[in-house]
């Protein structure tokens, strides 16, 4: 049982380069969110899904587009990197149950915009 | 949107003693207030959680509290030790899919 995975752990891009984030859970979780923390601001929610083939916007989504076509992978890219998007990166899971609110988060990725 | 403020945003204690971190929220329809552990270079670790229709809750060495009406909410950590040492950042719930809003952080450093 690994949890919440994600790749690449590290990732450096130019400014207009494209990527894509890869989240993956095993634990058969409905929810998924991806955040991104920078220095003294916290977590902030990007996007999220409450299940396959659905997403929805979170606090900061410009620039981010999202996919879940799968239950258990939740991918986020990046069409044009800016230097703003400067970051790191969370995705993180959840039962949709009632009573079962904890969300499990994923290891991370640095990404680098130069 | 809801916006969550926490104070203080660095603390540090005498190993032995007491801490604690507030937060306020703004979102009355907010119901789910969860507090996250993070040390250095790791994933945020929930510690402890409370619900809309608990007032308080107590875990070991850890307790959160909850004022509805007041719309804020605190950790309490007692008998802290060096490994206490991390970033802890609190969260308000709502939505479909329980959406969180995290306040920006507490560096707690516990001194030996």
């Known amino acids: 049982n690994a949890g919440v995975t994600q790749t690449p752990k590290f990732r450096v891009l130019k400014t207009g380069q494209s990527m894509t984030l890869l989240c993956a859970q095993d634990m058969n979780h409905e929810y998924m969110y991806w955040y991104r923390q920078d220095p003294g601001m916290g977590l902030r929610l990007i996007h999220y899904?409450?299940?396959?083939?659905?997403?929805a916007k979170g606090e900061v989504p410009d620039g981010y587009n999202v996919s879940r076509l799968k239950k258990q992978n939740f991918l986020l890219g990046l069409e044009s990197a800016a230097p703003s998007q400067t970051s790191v990166y969370f995705c993180?899971?959840?039962?949709?149950?009632?009573?079962?609110?904890?969300?499990?988060f994923g290891p991370g990725t640095r990404l680098t915009v130069t | 949107g809801e916006n969550v403020e926490q104070h203080p945003s660095t603390l540090s204690v005498q190993e032995g003693d007491s801490a604690v971190i507030k937060c306020t929220y703004s979102?009355?329809?907010?119901?789910?207030f969860p507090w996250y552990k993070q040390e250095l270079g790791k994933r945020p670790q929930l510690i402890i959680d409370?619900?809309?229709?608990?007032g308080e809750k107590k875990d070991q060495r850890i307790a959160v509290t909850l004022n509805k009406t007041a719309k804020h909410f605190s950790l309490h950590i007692t008998e802290t030790q060096p490994e206490d040492s991390a970033v802890y950042f609190c969260?308000?719930?709502?939505?479909?899919?329980?959406?969180?809003?995290f306040g920006s952080g507490t560096q707690l450093t516990v001194l030996p």
């Open positions: 899904s409450v299940g396959e083939g659905t997403t």
């Open positions: 979102d009355s329809a907010s119901n789910y």
């Open positions: 409370i619900r809309s229709n608990v």
């Open positions: 969260g308000s719930g709502s939505g479909s899919a329980r959406q969180l809003t």
């Open positions: 993180a899971s959840s039962y949709s149950q009632r009573g079962t609110y904890e969300q499990y």
